[in-house]
Structure formats: structure tokens, C-alpha cells
């Protein structure tokens, strides 16, 4: 399909929590970014739930609704399609998509596993579609600006990269039974949904992760009840009085190693009481160290070890227009304004578009990230079941 113009039709597949985010951030491009990458509609939402799509058609506009993924596939008018669907469907979905030429962006993680992730990003190379995995933190202000002080070698040599991402999503034994909680569907539990995310963070500020050891996952509410309707994200629904056998991780920890030496912990959670939403980092250099959490997104801590001086210690440093990407999206684009996920978002649909245009080289994170990560999880989940030190080989894919 042509993209040569300056339009570009969008269909959003998956209309619950997160497909609502991708539409908010492809409306807002031509209200926030001055001059448009293209001109954005929003021609199709797709989801089984009736109810569920016409609402988001209501809400942001969408020209028309569907109840099958097909119909975008099938749909000659769309030129980029948003994968925002339960894990097991994405390989199933995307590769129908790119196979009719579509560009396509994919909820992470990528696959249920390793191999699907692989064949997806294959099937994307014959194609030769701009691809690319929902990988949104790395568009937090904060977070880019503390990986190009990394690149420009700021923090001098990495030594030591601690990251946690902690979520009390499942913490009541209440929430329903879904697609999370079973691994044929999910992939995995706690390490595969936010852990994901943690890892790509991890690659993105020091590249490539070497090892994985120590790792250790752990089920703490091992059933839960079956919804009588359809749940939503994470949303708690009215129950049958049966319940259903979790085979997914509650709580994940491993150490790695990183290609260029920085050793590391990580440490993920989806019942940790008392954290709303919280991916959080502390990297530490031979010159510098800062510290960052996306709760309180407006804002990192960082220390430079070359100043010397009474008053020398860590500072807070307040986000502003001064930062990556937080002038273009923030509507009120002054330092403590505020920052958050929508934002994000809206980056994220940004860039996707300009290298759908042909205005970047390329998109990162791209299937091809997607795949490291799933590379990562699944050393991950051999350590955990064999206890050893696993070693990430990553032959050309």
C-alpha cells in the first residue's frame, strides 16, 4: 500500500485500556505536534465487544467499528494497523496484517515466546512494513535524557544498573480470572506484561544484555475467580463463584550481565502493595549516577562525581522543554508542568508515523527490539527452572 501521501488511515485493533491510549495519541498529533507528520483519521476500531468499540468510536471519532481483526486485514483503506490485543493473538493478527502490506505497531511483549517473536519479525522483513513494539517509557522525557547523557559518556564507564517495576494491579486475590493468568495465553506473568518493559529500559540506556542468572518467579495468588462478563484491563467484574488455577508469576527477580560489562538486578512486581504504577531505575557510573521512577515522571535525580565543593551531592533535576520530547507534547510546555503515560503515547504515535512517511530511517523500538526482549524473558524463565546461569546467544534472526 502507497504511503506516499500525507494522510495515513489508522485502525486501532483491541478498543479496552490500552487501545484507547494508541487512539488518543494518533487524534492529538495534528493538535500538539506544529507542522503534522501527516494527516491522521482514525477510520477503524476493532473489537469483539460491541459495546466496547462503539464507545471508543464515540469518544474519539473513529469513522466505523468492526467485530473481527479480519476486517481491518481485509480493509483496503487502512495504511497502519495498532495490535492492541490479548499476547496470544498478536503473532496470529500481525502476520495477516503485514502480509496485505500494513504497517504495523504491536502491544508488547511481541509474542508469547520466543520463536513466534522471531517469525514475526521475519515475516515483517519479507514485507518490508515499518514495524514496531509499544515500548513507550523510552519516550519519558526523563528517560532520554538520562540515555544520552549515557551516550555522551557522561556517566563514564556503566557500572551498575539496579530497575524495578512494581504495579499492586493484581494484588487482591478479587481480580479476575483473565488471559494474564494462564501462560499458554500470556506468555508469562508478572516478567512477560510489565517486566518487558524493565528489560527494553535496561537495552535501551546500555545495549544488549549478556547473561541471566539468580533468576527466581513466584505465584503467591494461585487462583482466582471466573468473571461473568468480560473484564476489561484489569478491572474487577461481577464472578461465577468458580475460580481458575494461575499458572503465571505474581513476583519475578534475576541478575544479568550487559554486553559492555554493567551488571544488574531487576526486580518486577504485580502485587506489590502500595505501588500504583512504578518502573523505576538507579544507574550508577564511574562519574555519575542518577535515579529515576515514573511515578513522579516530572522529574530524575542525577549526581556528577566530577564537581567537587561543599554543597556537591545528588540533584533534582525538574523536567522541562529543556528535555527530550516535552516541548511538543505537554500542554503547557514550562519545567513542573507535568508528564505522563498520554504523553508518551503521543511520542510514541509521532515517530511511528514520520518513519511511516519515510521521514526517519526507521522505527525503534522496532519487532527487532521485541525480539531482544523475548530473548531476555526466556533465559530468564530457563533460570528460574534450572538455576543456572543461562547465556543469551542472539544468532542472526
Known sequence: MSTSRSRLRIAIIGAGMIGRAHAHAFRSLREFFQPAPADVDLALVVDADAALARDAQERFGFERTAASWQDAVEARDIDVAVVALPNHQHREVVEALIAR??????????????????????????????????????????????QRAVARGDFGEPWQFSGRYFTDYAASPEVPFTWRY???????????????????????????????????????????????????????V???????????????????????????????????????????????????????????AGEFEFFDATREGEVNGPCRVVVGPGHPHFGNVSVLPVAGAGYGYTETYMIQAYEFVRAVLGQTPGYVPSFEDGCAVAHVVDAVQRSATDGRLVSIERISE
Open 238 to 296: 461481577a464472578t461465577t463463584g468458580e475460580f481458575r488455577e494461575v499458572d503465571t508469576d505474581d513476583v519475578a527477580s534475576f541478575t544479568a550481565r550487559f554486553r559492555n560489562g554493567t551488571v544488574a538486578d531487576f526486580h518486577i512486581s504485580r502485587i506489590a502493595t502500595g505501588y500504583r504504577n512504578s518502573p523505576a531505575f538507579e544507574l550508577i557510573g564511574s562519574r555519575a549516577s542518577a535515579a529515576f521512577d515514573m511515578e513522579r
Open 182 to 236: 494462564r501462560r499458554i495465553l500470556a506468555g508469562g506473568g508478572a516478567l512477560a506484561d510489565v517486566g518487558s518493559h524493565l528489560i527494553d529500559l535496561g537495552r535501551f540506556l546500555l545495549g544488549e544484555i549478556e547473561t541471566v542468572q539468580g533468576a527466581m518467579l513466584a505465584t503467591f495468588i494461585g487462583r482466582r475467580p471466573v468473571p461473568a462478563e468480560h473484564a476489561v484491563g484489569h478491572a474487577r
Open 101 to 146: 502490506g500494513k504497517h504495523v505497531l504491536c502491544e508488547k511483549p511481541l509474542a508469547v515466546n520466543l520463536s513466534d517473536a522471531q517469525a514475526m519479525l521475519r515475516a515483517a522483513r519479507r514485507a518490508g512494513v515499518v514495524h514496531g513494539v509499544g515500548y513507550n517509557l523510552r519516550r519519558a522525557p526523563a528517560v532520554a535524557a538520562i
